[in-house]
């Protein structure tokens, strides 16, 4: 116990670099993954045939295979066929490899999500929409898009949820986020070795993250009550 | 019909995007060149001490990381180090994100198959971890066949451990290995004597496990590009720091000295 104490503060350190960089990534991931999901949603609902069924094998690809898998390829691939390693060898590279995959993957389950609450407003509503002279993108603004929104808002709590703690994968590209960090000191880094804790320890930074994500989506979900 | 054809054409320019990105030069450079015209030696590393690790001001330091930064000086680059995960060392060499590996690798023939290797520089053990309390119990290789042992995937310990034809349970590092002994889902793991020495005993959270059976010596070298001039180039530089005595001073101020193999 003694000795924790005396790590504690070595370790708090590493971890919140580690952290930072996690949390850069969640919310790259989300800049990015938002708007894209909602083209892609609009490409698969697309009257254009081709277009509506490349989009839904592009998901199907995204959705079908492990995120895992999609990291290496996007991060190794370019070197290892192409020839050119594009994103280089340093930490940003590392870092820009795993925003790609990251927003490409979420953008997919977005769009889906999207999709579904574009559905949900009843199709009356619309009609009731061009009855009143409004244009396509009129009808879409005013009224499809904020009843979108409210609906939306549980499942994609559900994905920021996940997203949170689905970025620790990677790891597998050798980005130092926060278990990369805690896992250090299993090894051996800033003179601690052998110590198991600060992987666990990990654990009590993404608890509080998700706790304060939880109660501020909670909110977000009251504040569009009016729509009901 | 009419979307039966629709999907195709779909699929078709799917497939045409995919080939494009597909032509690329392939150069008559040699690996030599490339990196002396990137200016920089790319050295992929774990978290090793005392071969690879972080010094008090956060540089990389250590015998191997010292011996790289000389290795490179002498190439007229600069050196930099880039941790990354060892089960994908080939594939970031082979990607190019790596230029080599440089961090107290055991020469296995799956290495050496798949890297262009230096000869080895350094020898060192795969040693048995058990329980201080069982230390008496275990003090020969035969005593050993009773046991659940874990190991790190694709490692020299693995392999031994193969050999031997013991029950062996691949986990993902060599920490992962001892964390299993300490946690009691394995009853003993086998790990890198240099490690070994640095993480089990008193002062670490293993304080009650203990290393005793040695399974097998190994030798470390450093692993390039396949095909790649290198390790020709490296060699040499081994070869004349040797000679010198350079090389047996970096090893001792990292304790390392008695493991040097001659040159």
Redesign the interface.
């Known amino acids: 116990m003694k000795q924790i104490l005396e790590q504690l503060p070595i370790v708090i350190g590493a971890l919140n670099v580690g952290f930072i960089q996690t949390l850069k990534l969640f919310f790259i991931t989300l800049i990015g993954a938002f708007p894209l999901g909602l083209i892609v949603a609009f490409g698969a609902m697309s009257h254009f045939?081709?277009l509506s069924?490349?989009t839904r094998?592009i998901v199907w690809i995204v959705r079908g295979t492990p995120l895992m898998l999609q990291l290496?390829i996007i991060?190794?691939?370019?070197?290892?066929?192409?020839?050119?390693?594009i994103?280089?060898?340093?930490e940003s590279?590392r870092f820009a490899a795993a925003s790609i995959s990251f927003i490409f993957n979420y953008a997919c389950y977005f769009s889906e999500i999207y999709r579904g609450g574009i559905q949900s407003v009843p199709v009356g509503q619309q009609e009731a929409g061009l009855v009143l002279g409004m244009t396509r993108s009129q009808i879409f603004f005013k009224i499809t898009l904020l009843q979108m929104l409210k609906r939306i808002v549980p499942p994609m709590s559900n994905e920021i949820i996940t997203l949170v703690k689905d970025t620790s994968l990677s790891?597998?590209?050798?980005l130092?986020e926060i278990i990369w960090a805690g896992?250090?000191f299993?090894?051996?880094?800033?003179g601690i070795?052998?110590?198991?804790?600060p992987l666990f320890f990990t654990g009590v930074y993404y608890l509080i993250f998700n706790g304060i994500l939880t109660i501020l989506l909670g909110r977000l979900e009251k504040k569009l009550d009016y729509f009901r | 019909m009419k979307k039966l054809t629709v999907f195709l054409l779909t699929l078709a320019i799917a497939l045409s995007l995919t080939a494009c990105g597909g032509t690329s030069g392939s150069t008559n450079q040699t690996d030599m060149e490339y990196v002396k015209e990137k200016g920089t030696l790319v050295v992929g590393i774990t978290n090793f001490a005392p071969m690879d690790y972080k010094g008090t001001s956060g540089e990389w330091i250590g015998f191997d990381a010292d011996m790289a930064g000389a290795f490179a000086k002498s190439l007229g680059v600069e050196v930099k180090f880039v941790e990354i995960d060892w089960d994908n060392k080939v594939l970031e060499l082979d990607g190019k994100t790596i230029d080599c590996v440089w961090n107290g690798m055991t020469l296995t023939p799956e290495v050496t198959n798949s890297m262009e290797c230096s000869n080895a520089y350094c020898n060192n053990a795969q040693v048995v971890i058990v329980p201080s309390n069982m230390f008496d119990k275990y003090q020969t290789v035969d005593d050993l066949t009773d046991l659940a042992f874990a190991a790190e995937a694709g490692s020299a310990g693995e392999a031994a451990l193969n050999e031997l034809e013991l029950n062996v349970t691949p986990v993902k590092t060599q920490s992962d290995a001892l964390m299993e002994v300490a946690a009691g889902t394995s009853d003993a793991a086998v790990i890198d004597s240099l490690m070994a020495a640095a993480m089990v005993g008193k002062g670490t959270s293993y304080s009650d496990l203990t290393y005793t059976v040695a399974l097998k010596n190994e030798e470390y070298g450093v692993g390039f590009r396949k095909g790649s001039d290198l390790a020709d180039a490296l060699n040499d530089f081994i070869a004349a720091s040797y000679a010198d005595g350079s090389m047996l001073k970096c090893a001792e101020s990292y304790g390392v000295q008695a493991t040097l193999i001659e040159q």
């Open positions: 045939k081709p069924y490349f094998i290496l991060y190794y691939f370019p070197g290892l066929v192409l020839n050119t390693p994103w280089g060898s340093g590279g790891r597998i590209i050798a130092q896992q250090a299993m090894k051996g880094s800033q070795s052998g110590a198991i804790w």
